[in-house]
């Protein structure tokens, strides 16, 4: 199991990190932002992402009550989404490009329960950084912990019924479902804001280019990231965790 004091030198790293991105970052760039969709798109997203956090939260439940010790990798996951989607880069108006970090925790406990992570992280960055907002907390969980935490599971599936090296399967399902959130991200402002002339599509196209600018290199750093802490924990409790929640399903 776990080394008590290694493991709460992991978290105190982690909480000292997320104090100087919070510090440290201007506050002005954020996911899709406050008051930037319009309140039909806000509704919309917001009734699509109920019925996979109910999954998540019930997912959850179970995982606690047969598992315990397992909170500690929820808040160690949780921790880790929250100090990438922190590191942001100004990108469109409205909007911005940065990690989601949410790869490490669909590897270890499957994507509803990422997703659910992800609202709690939007939320209070919404509310603590002015980061994002609460009108677009749907939409925001939507492109994050739906449509990027789907595309990591199924990446990271598919990469290991071809028996891929774990740490290759790792890195492009983080990858992948980085670029996933952004996909979503420029088709949701695209729908709000199509373009006068080619309407949605010719909006999404450019919403998608100027995103892949920064993107591209995030969706990289992620994937190595992941991969790098997912082995460090790996190496210290490997009777517990267990790729894509099966050990918690």
Not at 24 to 30: F, K, L, T
Not at 105 to 129: D, E, R, T, W, Y
Not at 160 to 185: E, M, R
Not at 194 to 217: D, L, R
Request: aromatic share 12%; net charge neutral; hydrophobic share 55%.
């Amino acid at each position: 199991m776990l080394n008590n004091y290694k493991m709460n030198s992991i978290l105190t790293g982690l909480l000292a990190f997320v104090i100087f991105v919070t510090t440290m970052q201007p506050v002005q760039a954020m996911h899709i932002m406050e008051g930037f969709l319009p309140p039909g798109s806000c509704i919309f997203w917001g009734i699509l992402c109920v019925p996979f956090l109910a999954r998540g939260i019930t997912k959850i439940n179970l995982l606690l009550a047969r598992h315990p010790q397992a909170i500690t990798f929820l808040a160690m996951a949780g921790a880790f989404t929250f100090v990438l989607s922190a590191l942001k880069l100004p990108s469109l108006t409205g909007s911005s490009s940065h990690m989601t970090g949410l790869g490490f925790a669909v590897i270890l406990f499957g994507p509803s329960v990422a997703g659910v992570l992800s609202v709690i992280v939007l939320l209070f960055q919404a509310i603590l950084l002015a980061h994002g907002g609460l009108t677009t907390l749907g939409a925001n969980t939507f492109s994050m912990g739906v449509a990027g935490t789907v595309t990591a599971f199924l990446v990271y599936y598919l990469l290991q019924k071809i028996n891929s090296p774990k740490s290759v399967a790792i890195f492009f399902a983080a990858f992948f479902g980085d670029l996933a959130t952004y996909v979503t991200t420029s088709f949701q402002l695209a729908f709000a804001h199509p373009s006068e002339v080619g309407g949605v599509t010719a909006s999404f196209i450019k919403y998608a280019g100027i995103f892949a600018i920064t993107q591209i290199p995030l969706a990289v750093v992620e994937g190595i990231l992941t991969v790098v802490l997912f082995n460090i924990i790996t190496d210290y409790a490997r009777d517990i965790i267990n790729p894509c929640g099966e050990h918690y399903s």
